[in-house]
T-cell receptor, first 112, second 116 residues
């Protein structure tokens, strides 16, 4: 079982460049989330989706956009990368309320 | 404003002894708490959870205790094994602020090192 798959695993960007992180899950989960992990900050929610075609802002949404055109995919976009967006990004999904989250293995992004 | 706090960035214990990881929270409306374990270069994986209507939940070597009056929960690992060495995140679910979204609020994590 693949579970939650994130691509790419590593990426280096220059300030101002754009990129898209892809998250794919094969568990037919309704809810999907994007988190970022920074030293001393834990995991902070960027955006989330409670179903296909829906998205909503989390705790730290500025500088990011998301799309959920298909139930199994949740895309995170950076339109104009900034050094403050250097982080490890985790995608997660869950079947529904009260269910545990399944995480991908993360994307290490460096913005120079 | 950190609603979920893990005040110990790291903890070192001997193999076979008990590991106790602590977590404090500020929002009395949190109704569900979880512990996640994270190895380097991997995503967090679910370990154990507890509902706010309980004060203890046990799963093998892992036990979580919840003290609602103190807004405190702890994870006990007995006996500790070298393979338990990882970062442990405490997380809480907010049914009011989060609504029907299943959003979790995470603590900053505690790095556990179990010495052979």
């Amino acid at each position: 079982n693949a579970g939650v798959t994130q691509t790419p695993k590593f990426r280096v960007l220059k300030t101002g460049q754009s990129m898209t992180l892809l998250c794919a899950q094969d568990m037919n989960h309704e809810y999907m989330y994007w988190y970022r992990q920074d030293p001393g900050m834990g995991l902070r929610l960027i955006h989330y989706s409670v179903g296909e075609g829906t998205t909503a802002k989390g705790e730290v949404p500025d500088g990011y956009n998301v799309s959920r055109l298909k139930k199994q995919n949740f895309l995170l976009g950076l339109e104009s990368a900034a050094p403050s967006q250097t982080s490890v990004y985790f995608c997660a999904s869950t079947l529904g309320l009260g269910e545990k989250l399944f995480f991908g293995s993360g994307t290490q992004l460096s913005v120079l | 404003d950190q609603q979920v706090k893990q005040n110990s960035p790291s903890l070192s214990v001997q193999e076979g002894r008990i590991s106790i990881l602590n977590c404090d929270y500020t929002n009395s409306m949190f109704d569900y708490f979880l512990w996640y374990k994270k190895y380097p270069a991997e995503g967090p994986t679910f370990l154990i959870s507890i509902s706010s209507i309980k004060d203890k939940n046990e799963d093998g070597r892992f036990t979580v205790f919840l003290n609602k009056s103190a807004k405190h929960l702890s994870l006990h690992i007995v006996p500790s094994q070298p393979g338990d060495s990882a970062v442990y995140f405490c997380a809480a679910s907010d049914p009011v602020g989060g609504g029907a979204t299943n959003k979790l609020i995470f603590g900053t994590g505690t790095l556990l090192a179990v010495q052979p």
